[in-house]
């Protein structure tokens, strides 16, 4: 529904700094909400849009309206609350990260190169499975391939119009200082 109507759906999170837009992608559990709430904490121009689950769709971001910290700083999980929708900017950044690897790493790509990355962590919500009386199917088996194929364009077109992708590992630490300064 949401591709069908002019929407792109990313499993990233989102902030606004300024009039930039910053995506944080990565897998599971590689750190997107953390770093996006450490950034807040210590910049506070910034302004979280969403976490997990965002659309873009004609010049505005959406996101969910929490966020979700697994942990952090020793805590156990917590939630806070998101702007939930901003315009989106023509000028935006995407970081790849993951902060479970401690090898601080920084990889510029371009979005030819980014794309031959894995990157379905980007295309989660099309890997669940949907129970269907008593079978389990893939969202990405039940919407066909026209859809499958309006999608993969709509990212590849995203990602070219990056003003820059980056790669980028290390702890929250690192991550943060150089996300802040970028």
């Known amino acids: 529904y949401i591709l069908w109507n002019g929407g792109l759906p990313l499993h990233a999170s989102a902030i606004k700094i300024a009039d930039i837009t910053v995506l944080f992608f990565g897998k599971s559990n590689s750190g997107k909400s953390t770093i996006s709430y450490y950034l807040k904490k210590i910049n506070s121009n910034i302004s979280i849009i969403g976490d997990d689950h965002i659309v873009i769709s004609e010049m505005k971001i959406f996101g969910n ?3 979700r910290i697994r942990k952090f700083n020793n805590q156990n999980e917590f939630y806070f609350d998101n702007i939930q929708k901003e315009r989106f900017s023509e000028k935006y950044f995407i970081f ?3 902060i479970n690897d401690k ?4 990889e510029f790509l371009d979005a030819n190169n980014y794309l031959q990355n894995d990157i379905s962590h980007i295309l989660k919500y ?3 499975d949907i129970p269907i009386e008593t079978e389990l199917y893939k969202v990405k088996d039940i919407v066909g391939n026209q859809t499958m194929k309006i999608y993969l364009n709509k990212i590849h077109n995203f990602l070219f119009s990056a003003k820059e992708i980056v790669k980028i590992s290390g702890n929250l630490e690192f991550i943060s200082e150089y996300t802040n300064n970028f």
């Open 126 to 128: 099309l890997y669940f």
């Open 103 to 106: 090898l601080e790493k920084i």
């Open 65 to 67: 309206n929490k966020s």
């Open 96 to 98: 790849e990260v993951d």
